[in-house]
């Protein structure tokens, strides 16, 4: 069972909102999935299924640090 936690941890991504001038929010830990939805909207799916809508734009996906930064529009 630990073996397929670490698999997973290298999988999945967190999203944080980029806010001028502080620190990057937390939006959604563990996703999965991140689709287009409505024009200037983005669906974002964690590994348990859970969904979030965001009208926002990705700013920047660092893979390596598993890291999605998105950007209200």
């Not at 996703?31 to 669906?43: C, I, K, N, Q």
């Not at 964690?46 to 529009?73: N, P, S, T």
């Amino acid at each position: 069972m630990d073996f397929f936690r670490e698999v997973k941890k290298m999988c999945e991504a967190n999203a944080y909102l980029r806010k001028q001038g502080a620190e990057d929010e937390l939006f959604l830990e563990m996703v999965d999935r991140v689709v287009p939805y409505e024009e200037g909207s983005l669906l974002l799916e964690d590994i348990f299924g859970r969904r979030k809508i965001i009208r926002a734009k990705i700013v920047e996906l660092a893979l390596v640090d598993h890291k999605i930064i998105l950007e209200r529009e």
